[in-house]
């Protein structure tokens, strides 16, 4: 793995979507899911928060894969030293990365659970 891959726009984009697009989708799906809630009681149309919080679970699962290729890329092994680089510090984004869209896949999921079992008028 060279040093380069790691440090073009692509590989930090890559590196900054897998650490913060978990959580930046989990707050969009409570902001969309608050705001749609009184529109779905009314209208009638519980599928539409389902189909929120689908769409939520595949971009925060797509954040987690990113993340993980990411890892894979820049050697998968955890740096008990304190190097310097492109290549450390790749692998600590996606390793925090991979865990903190974990963790935000994981509200999703919570918050999935709760409108699929209650209605949008309860």
Known sequence: MTEDR?????????????LIGGPLVMFIHGAIGFVMIP???GAGK???LWTNTAICLLVTGAAIFIAYRKWLESGAEWDDTEKQ???PRGRFMAIVGMAVSSLSLL????????SLFLG???
């Open 46 to 48: 519980q599928a539409a």
């Open 107 to 114: 509200v999703i999921i919570a918050d999935g659970i709760a």
């Open 85 to 87: 680089g492109a290549i």
């Open 120 to 122: 949008a008028c309860q």
């Open 39 to 41: 529109w779905a009681c």
């Open 6 to 18: 790691m440090n073009n726009p692509a590989g930090l984009g890559a590196l900054w979507f897998g």
